[in-house]
């Protein structure tokens, strides 16, 4: 069973950085299309980010473009998100995904398999 497990989220205030990462087993990460997306309380998940296999491409929301990266590690089974310049509204929490897609992926029904999601808020 495919396993994705998110780690780094937190508590930061507004206008700071935070990094988070996602450790894929179980599967030959280098085959798939990796995501990012969150989901606040009382909201639909949203898309954040997507990184083609090889790393050589990126997609972002309007939402997240120009404060928000998205790389892969494909020796290492890992992708990750740096997020900077943080605003309260990017509170929620964070998933990470897989798809089998040939290329980037922006839509949750695109994505195969999912992590538990972790908690990032950003303070006022």
């Known amino acids: 069973q495919v396993q994705l497990v998110e780690s780094g989220g937190g508590l930061v205030q507004a206008g700071g950085s935070l990094s988070v990462s996602c450790a894929a087993s179980?599967?030959?990460?280098?085959?798939?299309?990796m995501g990012w997306f969150r989901q606040a309380p009382g909201k639909e998940r949203e898309f954040v980010a997507t990184?083609?296999?090889?790393?050589?491409?990126?997609f972002y929301a309007d939402s997240v473009t120009g404060r928000f990266a998205v790389s892969r590690e494909n020796a290492k089974n890992t992708v990750y998100l740096q997020m900077n310049s943080l605003k309260p509204e990017d509170t929620a929490v964070y998933y990470c995904?897989?798809?089998?897609?040939?290329?980037?992926?922006?839509?949750?029904?695109?994505?195969?398999?999912w992590g538990q999601g972790t908690q990032v808020t950003v303070s006022s």
């Open positions: 990184i083609t296999r090889s790393g050589g491409s990126t």
């Open positions: 995904a897989a798809s089998k897609s040939n290329t980037y992926a922006t839509t949750t029904g695109q994505y195969n398999y």
């Open positions: 179980r599967m030959t990460f280098s085959r798939y299309v």
